[in-house]
């Protein structure tokens, strides 16, 4: 049996810099040098300013409710442990459940989708995201995280953003921007977890899958 160590691990968290796709008036990474080497200093320290949006990330449920908790106090469990990933390339606007009924069998309690052939460089305004029935008839089935391939599990140009109400109401977990690309469908480990911002409506998270034993 091989280690935690010997596991094949799949990064599935996009680069992130100066040119990393942003949702229309978020904001973009930006990144300036505090301090750099030199004879008088010994080390580069810089300073960051970005959406915790950018990137793969977590929401908190204050993302989408106003009595909702932030980042740095949901639990990290649903970030952490089995999940599935299930591939639904090119199925339109909306997930809908019959693109992902061929993989619902034992079904963990994380579930990712793939949606994108390859994922896009550049900001899409056209991008896939989840039927609110979709998401229903998941936590009906005991998932508490699902996870996309698209930075929102709404439409783009949604005002009611009407699947992130359902997770708000079912106590879901939500993962965006992931890069699934090189994973086949199946089961694997996930390890996502946020960052303990304690007042932040999201969180950058470093995203990988591991091979299960």
């Not at 300036?32 to 580069?44: E, K, L, M, R």
């Not at 391939?149 to 783009?156: H, L, M």
Request: hydrophobic share 45%; glycine share 6%; proline share 10%.
């Amino acid at each position: 049996m091989p280690s935690p160590c010997d596991r094949k691990l799949w990064d599935i968290s996009p680069p992130v810099g100066a040119h990393s796709p942003v949702f229309p008036g978020d904001t973009p990474y930006q990144q300036q040098w505090s301090a750099t080497i030199t004879p008088g200093c010994p080390v580069n320290v810089s300073a960051i300013t970005l959406s915790p949006h950018v990137g793969a990330h977590a929401d908190a449920p204050l993302h989408y409710d106003a009595a909702g908790a932030a980042i740095g106090a949901v639990a990290l469990e649903p970030f952490l442990g089995r999940c599935r990933v299930i591939h639904a390339i090119g199925c339109g606007p909306l997930i809908e459940w019959r693109h992902l009924a061929h993989a619902l069998t034992d079904l963990p309690p994380r579930v990712l989708v793939r949606t994108y052939a390859k994922a896009p460089v550049q900001w899409d305004a056209q991008l896939a995201a989840y039927a609110p029935d979709t998401i229903e008839r998941l936590a009906g089935l005991g998932v508490q995280l699902v996870g996309i391939d698209t930075a929102s599990i709404d439409p783009a140009d949604s005002k009611t953003l009407e699947s992130h109400q359902v997770i708000r109401r079912r106590g879901l977990r939500v993962l965006e921007n992931l890069v699934l690309d090189e994973v086949p469908e199946g089961d694997y480990e996930l390890i996502a977890l946020p960052l303990r911002l304690v007042n932040a409506d999201a969180s950058p998270v470093r995203a990988v899958l591991r091979a299960l034993d």
